[in-house]
């Protein structure tokens, strides 16, 4: 049973460009959150997608956007990329919208550094 | 707005010496609270969910309980393999599905 896959695992972009990060969840999950992890604190979330819409989001500004496919996949676009987005980026799953009986699981994330 | 604390943030212990990591919260209706262990280069790894007050679960060596403003991760005889950096996170009424996480406590277990 294939868990949460992250690609790439490695990324290093200068400041100004645009990244794509791509996640595929947990056979059987329908519902992708992102967070971003910078180094030393926990993560932060970013937004979530459910039905191939964004349902929820955190207090990221409007160049973070995503995508989620009919499969279930989902992808993270950063646009202007600054200093401060070097983090690890993370992508969660889990199964239905609501979390109350069902854990998000993680992927294992991408380390992204900007120059 | 939902908050997490935890303390210590580092923690170093001997094998064989038991202690207790902290998560103090502060949310408007708890709907779960999430325990997750991460290991460097790698993503959290699901522990424990807790619900309501009074609530324990455990899994071998780790045992989570959970009051109204706090919950601990009580670690039994640790062994160096449970190095790692443990995570809580809460889930309140006003969340939808956003996890609130606190910063972590890393653990160091020396044999």
């Known amino acids: 049973d294939a868990g949460v896959t992250q690609s790439p695992t490695h990324l290093i972009k200068t400041r100004g460009q645009q990244v794509t990060l791509r996640c595929s969840p947990k056979s059987g999950h329908d519902t992708v959150s992102w967070y971003q992890q910078a180094l030393g604190q926990g993560p932060q979330f970013i937004f979530q997608?459910?039905?191939?819409?964004?349902?929820q989001r955190g207090n990221f500004p409007d160049r973070f956007s995503g995508h989620q496919f009919p499969n279930y996949s989902s992808e993270l676009n950063v646009n202007a990329l600054l200093l401060g987005d070097s983090a690890l980026y993370l992508c969660a799953s889990s199964q239905g919208q609501v979390l109350d009986n069902q854990p998000q699981h993680f992927g294992d994330g991408t380390r992204l550094s900007i120059l | 707005e939902d908050q997490v604390t935890q303390s210590p943030e580092a923690l170093r212990l001997q094998e064989g010496e038991s202690s207790s990591l902290n998560c103090s919260y502060t949310v408007s209706g708890l709907r779960g609270l999430f325990w997750y262990r991460q290991d460097p280069g790698k993503g959290p790894e699901f522990l424990f969910t807790l619900y309501s007050a009074g609530e324990e679960k455990e899994k071998e060596r780790l045992k989570a309980t959970l009051t109204k403003k706090e919950s601990f991760l009580h670690i039994t005889a640790p062994k160096p393999e449970d190095s790692a950096t443990y995570l809580c996170a809460v889930l309140g009424e006003t969340s939808g599905s956003r996890l609130t996480f606190g910063e972590g406590t890393q653990l160091t277990v020396n044999p």
């Open positions: 997608y459910y039905e191939e819409e964004e349902r």
